[in-house]
Nanobody
Framework: QVQVVESGGGLVQSGGSLRLSCAASGSTFWYMRWYRQTPGKQRELVAAISSGGATSYSDSVKGRFTISRDSAKNWVYLQMTSLKPEDTAVYYC?????????WGQGTQVTVSS
């Protein structure tokens, strides 16, 4: 059974940093991604990483966020720096294997001005 569990969210001041973690289990995942969503808006892709380590970022976080993974453990991390109030959202981890795409329950990140 596949499980995807995020952790590490919280409240931080503008300009601060947070590190999100995502533990995925039950399969071998080719791609792992971080999305975020605010009320009334569509879920937005923030960052992605392949099993080979290739990364991509949305323009809104490029240069501030870094995605990394521990493939042996199926863990993925999102290091967030220079946080802005507009980064406030629920952050979701997404793991893709050869059959399906799986989502975690989300973790709240709040950036105060």
């Amino acid at each position: 059974q596949v499980q995807v569990v995020e952790s590490g969210g919280g409240l931080v001041q503008s300009g601060g940093s947070l590190r999100l973690s995502c533990a995925a289990s039950g399969s071998t995942f080719w791609y792992m991604r971080w999305y975020r969503q605010t009320p009334g808006k569509q879920r937005e892709l923030v960052a992605a990483i392949s099993s080979g380590g290739a990364t991509s970022y949305s323009d809104s976080v490029k240069g501030r966020f870094t995605i990394s993974r521990d493939s042996a453990k199926n863990w993925v991390y999102l290091q967030m720096t220079s946080l802005k109030p507009e980064d406030t959202a629920v952050y979701y981890c997404n793991a893709e294997d050869s059959a399906d795409v799986y989502w975690g329950q989300g973790t709240q990140v709040t950036v105060s001005s």
